[in-house]
């Protein structure tokens, strides 16, 4: 029976739009039909399938919907030999057959009159297990060989969808070449890319879609905007390439992807856009998720702008909705990050109040803002108050604790934690461990870095990406690159395949001893493993490039950066500015800073001190100072380095006389001193006065 394909009409009911005609429903047959596997009794697997009991009136279909299907003898036939494997033939699809064996001849007759939404709601009952998604492959199979069904596009689009549900990707991919690509399977496959966290595979799909004259719908979108966001590999600048998107194909949108689009934007880091379409969508009527405004709350707060986080807060309870432990916590982050104590204090306190219970988070959000004011005591009494609120200290609340520590220096506290964590009965858990090796690592106690590694490992804990790049780090910048190496290679051996972030660090190291053809060899390895070079991998290669003086190939790096559609970084151009600097080759870094400019990129002081250093060591001190001239007049505020180099470029062309007057600058602009810029004062008070001894 042919049944017309539905208009491509968006459905929030299905993410594969499996949308059926607005004027007629069809009877979908019992989800529980296929809940035991094909391996089991045919009278306990099939029993279910003695008919379906059509129930509803339906204009089309009144007198089929009255008819009896029994579809347990096609699955008997089907699986007659055993469990049905799921395997795919090279070829498209099998013939149709010019003579038949009586049986499959009979059963072929019985089905002729089969409408085809029963066939969909036979296979969609099949491919809600795992174990029957090779009979139901073999019932699509059994269909296209008899010419049974001609919706076949809905078939394996519900069959692709079961695929990536399933966690099978490549399947659906060889599946999907088995038929022309249409709207539908197009939908399925984005759909089973994006729930697998194949976020570029989605976006190449929605790219060649639109390229065979398909327009991609919102769903897509919001599929592939929430696979970035569980990825926590959301870009703001992705986003809004896929924003601009949206509104070019003119799509109207719904209220799934305003919040989806929201949300990405405030975990992306940029909460001004998350505000703006925040405004756009109130104005049209669309109500945000509380959790959509607990993330922008929380991208504000990430931010220091806690006073909007604050007034986003007073608007959520406002609009009656109470907040939970997940909107305090977020506010409360701001107030950990920009400082006030007795804020942070106090909302916990209204916390409690609001009858709001903390969690672990909140805990370990108030240890950081006690450890970071130097209240150790009060940490310390917080792990109490956790424990007489029945809230036991986990090993995130301790990894807190001792980040604090960490970043204050005070690394030899480590062992009072574990003393302290050992004594409560608390476990390590692998963050724990990672920032105790990041702990040692810092300050150089490589061998008890190595230790921590070791009890680890013994107490069965797997180390993960952050545990080798740790470690593979630490031992790079102290000068320890054969350790290094042979940790880059023990981490593959235990199967943890290094990213981008690995390969950065190895580039580095390889850079640093002028191993160039390993470091060339090793590019290649990263992108023989799909692993793609990133700004940070571009620009190690030319701040290491700059560094040795091979300024050709920090310059090809740049060109091949662009070439491949990565736009360079300002660090970019500050290393190479740098590293002409060092070398005393001022012209090159005029030049490398007018490419920079040219880029759109606004200079950094980075890159202004290091310019103002170039001029130094080539002795033009006249351009040095028009480079100070020119930050002040581009509202770029000079600290203590560009006026400490300033004046180490004044000794370099014997300029003594002029060395206090820029020191008397740096303090009247509110710089404090510091040891080597009081040294450069003292070098040209000692040379000015042997000067005049001279004399």
């Known amino acids: ?173 060889l599946l999907s070449q088995k038929q022309t690509l249409t709207p539908l399977t197009y939908n399925a496959l984005i759909g089973a890319c994006a729930r697998n966290n194949d976020i570029d595979k989605a976006l190449n799909l929605i790219s060649r879609m639109r390229q065979d004259g398909y327009q991609s719908d919102f769903v897509n979108y919001s599929l ?184 204050r220096g005070e690394w030899q506290k480590t062992f009072q934690v574990l003393k302290e964590m050992k004594s409560i009965g608390v476990k390590p858990d692998r963050q724990f461990y990672n920032v105790v090796i990041d702990t040692f690592g810092k300050f150089n106690c490589l061998d008890h870095a190595m230790t921590t590694f070791d009890r680890m490992l013994s107490e069965g804990i797997e180390p993960d990406r952050v545990t080798w790049n740790t470690l593979i780090d630490c031992h790079c910048k102290h000068g320890r690159h054969i350790v290094a190496q042979e940790m880059f290679e023990a981490m593959e051996k235990r199967g943890c395949l290094p990213c981008a972030t690995t390969y950065n660090i190895m580039i580095n190291s390889y850079g640093d001893q002028e191993r160039w053809d390993d470091m060339k060899r090793l590019l290649g390895k990263m992108k023989s493993q799909g692993v793609l070079p990133n700004v940070v991998t571009h620009t190690t290669l030319v701040d290491v490039y700059g560094k040795s003086g091979r300024f050709n190939d920090a310059i090809d790096c740049l060109e091949e950066m662009k070439s491949v559609g990565l736009k360079p970084s300002s660090t970019m151009y500050n290393a190479l500015i740098n590293a002409y600097a060092q070398r005393g080759l001022s012209e090159q870094a005029v030049n490398a800073f007018r490419v920079m400019t040219s880029d759109g990129l606004k200079p950094s002081l980075l890159a202004l001190n290091s310019l103002i250093n170039a001029f130094g060591e080539d002795r033009r001190d006249a351009e040095a100072f028009a480079v100070l001239q020119y930050m002040k007049e581009n509202g770029v505020n000079p600290d203590v380095v560009t006026y400490t180099t300033l004046m180490k470029a004044l000794i370099r062309v014997d300029k003594f006389q002029k060395v206090p007057g820029v020191y008397e600058e740096m303090i009247m602009s509110g710089c404090k001193p510091d040891r080597k810029a009081r040294s450069m004062l003292r070098s040209a008070l000692r040379y000015m006065k042997q000067t005049l001894r001279a004399s």
């Open 224 to 407: 592939v905007i929430q696979a970035l966001t569980r990825s926590n590999k959301i870009d703001s600048a992705l986003l809004h390439s896929l924003y601009r998107e949206i509104k070019n194909d003119k799509l109207e949108l719904d209220v799934q992807l305003v919040n989806d689009l929201i949300m990405g934007f405030a975990k992306s880091g940029d909460p001004s856009r998350a505000l703006h379409l925040l405004g756009m969508a109130q104005s049209t009527g669309l109500s945000p998720k509380t959790a959509t405004l607990v993330s922008i709350i929380s991208a504000l707060a990430n931010s220091g702008r806690t006073l909007e986080a604050e007034a986003l807060f007073e608007e959520l309870r406002q609009s009656g909705i109470k907040p939970r432990t997940k909107a305090y916590n977020a506010l409360l982050r701001g107030y950990v990050k920009t400082g006030p104590l007795r804020d942070a204090e106090s909302m916990v306190s209204e916390m409690e109040k609001s009858g709001v219970s903390p969690d672990e988070h909140t805990y370990s959000l108030l240890i950081d803002a006690y450890v970071n004011a130097g209240r150790w005591e009060s940490a310390r009494i917080v792990l109490k108050e956790m424990e007489a609120g029945d809230v036991q200290p986990n090993s995130f609340v301790f990894s807190r604790l001792l980040a604090g520590y960490r970043d």
């Open 1 to 173: 029976m042919l049944l017309i394909q539905p208009p491509l009409v968006s459905s929030r009911f299905h993410s594969l739009y499996f949308i059926t005609r607005p004027h007629h429903r069809f009877f979908q047959p019992p989800i529980s039909a296929f809940s035991a596997t094909a391996s089991s009794s045919s009278s306990t697997y099939f029993s279910s399938w003695n008919g379906l009991d059509a129930s509803e009136e339906d204009d089309e279909f009144s007198t089929v919907a009255r008819r009896r299907y029994d579809f347990s003898p096609l699955l008997k036939f089907l699986s007659r030999f055993g469990p049905v494997e799921l395997v795919f033939d090279s070829v498209n699809s099998e013939p149709s057959p010019v003579t038949l064996d009586p049986v499959e001849f009979e059963l072929a007759e019985s089905y002729k009159a089969v409408p085809a939404p029963y066939w969909h709601s036979l296979l969609k009952s099949l491919c809600s297990s795992r174990s029957s998604l090779g009979l139901a492959y073999a019932v699509v199979s059994w269909l296209e060989k008899h010419n049974l069904c001609f919706s076949y596009e809905l078939l394996y689009s519900i069959l692709i969808h079961a695929l990536g549900r399933s966690e099978k990707l490549y399947e659906a991919f």
